[in-house]
Structures are given as C-alpha cells and as structure tokens.
C-alpha cells in the first residue's frame, strides 16, 4: 500500500498555530496534495507541494521533505470555521490515481 | 463557471436492488474521478477517465460496480444488486487532465451522493 499515516484527530484553540502531519512512502512519490473537508461536503483543495520547502498561502501553509516522505499543513490564527478534516493525498509517478489519507479531524474551540 | 454537479443528493435503496448515480464535470475538465467515502474513513478510489482513454477500472471493488462517461462529459456510476455495505457518500471530482500537479490542475469534487442500502 501507499501507507498515508495522519493523526485521526487534533484539538487546538481559536488563535493558535496548529501543525497536521502526514507521512507517506517515498518510493513512487511524485507530489502532495492537501484537501479541506468540512462535515458533510465536499473536499476543496488547499495546496500542492512539488519540491522541498514550504509554500505559504495566507494562514496556511504547506510543507514537504521528499526524502524524508514527510509533509505538513501549518494554520496560523486559528478560526473557528477551520474545524473540518484535512486530507493528505499523494500523487505517484506513472499512470496512477490520487491515494488519499483517511484525514486529520480538527477541532477548533474557544 | 458552474463547479461540479452531482444527482441524486440522497438516495435510498432496498438491498439487490440496482442505482445510478450521476456526475456533471467543469465544462472542458477532460479528467474525471469517482470516490467513496464512508463514515470516519478517508476517500477510496474507484475509477477515473482521462479523455477517450480507457479507464482506469483498478479501485472497483467487485463487479457489480461499472461507470460509463458519455461524450467525454457526464459519468454514470451503476452498482448493481446493492448491498448494505454500499452505504456510502459517492464523490465525483474532474480536474483539466489527469495526474497533472500544480495549481489549476487539481481536483474538483462534487457534493456527492448519499447511498443508502436499507
């Protein structure tokens, strides 16, 4: 398998950082998608990270390690409307579909 | 432009019985994807088309399930003798062309369809 591993769940405060992680096998490894999916809709897309480094969009950010299989989302001044799950997805090399994490569940609380 | 769009919303069905699910991509999206997600798990993939291309079948779980995509547009996804572990929300995405990274070529989901087997 592609072995996608995420937390199930995090807690943060309204106004915090929160970092969600997700590892994945480097073998095959061809770039990273991350989703925003909020309860009972559709995931929508966050950012894509190719090469090493960090690709800032706002409050959020994304960041990836090839050689270490190794990515994170960043949320900086947390609201109340991020609560939602957040989907790790990589992207193989080759004629491949997406293989999707089985998401990070983020609450949100005052 | 209109995202993309998805029919039934909800559907209920007894047990054998067969259902069609239906998805309208972004108009000139020629990639096209079907999920599912059950309840706590992630999405699993089940088929996707990438222009007149033969599609990529490898995440159909049994053959009772088959998707057709007509005039490289709308999609219909059958499954046919429904079972209770069919339950399941039924996510369709497109994305301009298939396996493309970057910005403008990800996927677009749908609000899916709600399968119940009752």
Not at chain 1, 54 to 81: A, N, T, V
Not at chain 2, 2 to 8: D, E, I, L, R, T
Not at chain 2, 35 to 46: D, W
Request: aromatic letters at 10%.
């Amino acid at each position: 398998g592609q072995n996608i591993d995420q937390p199930t769940e995090m807690t943060a405060t309204e106004g915090a950082i929160v970092q969600i992680n997700c590892t994945y096998q480097t073998s095959g490894f061809n770039g990273l998608f991350w989703y925003q999916q909020h309860a009972g809709e559709a995931p929508t897309f966050l950012s894509y990270n190719v090469l090493d480094g960090l690709e800032e969009k706002g409050r959020f950010s994304s960041f990836l390690s090839r050689s270490k299989g190794y990515s994170y989302l960043l949320l900086k001044e947390l609201q109340m409307k991020d609560s939602a799950s957040y989907l790790c997805a990589r992207l193989n090399s080759g004629n491949t579909p997406l293989v999707f994490g089985k998401g990070t569940r983020l609450s949100v609380i005052a | 432009g209109a995202g993309v769009s998805q029919s039934p919303s909800n559907k209920v069905t007894e047990k054998g019985k067969d259902v069609e699910l239906r998805c309208d991509p972004i108009s000139g999206h020629t990639a096209l994807y079907w999920y599912r997600q059950s309840l706590g798990q992630g999405l699993e993939f089940l088929i996707y088309f990438q222009g007149n291309s033969a599609p990529d079948k490898s995440g159909l779980p049994s053959d009772r399930f088959s998707a057709e995509r007509t005039g490289g547009s709308v999609s219909t996804l059958t499954i046919q003798r429904t079972q209770q572990e069919d339950s399941a929300v039924y996510l369709c995405a497109s994305s301009l062309r298939h396996l493309a990274g970057g910005v403008g070529y990800e996927q677009y989901f749908g609000p899916g369809t709600r399968l119940t087997v009752t």
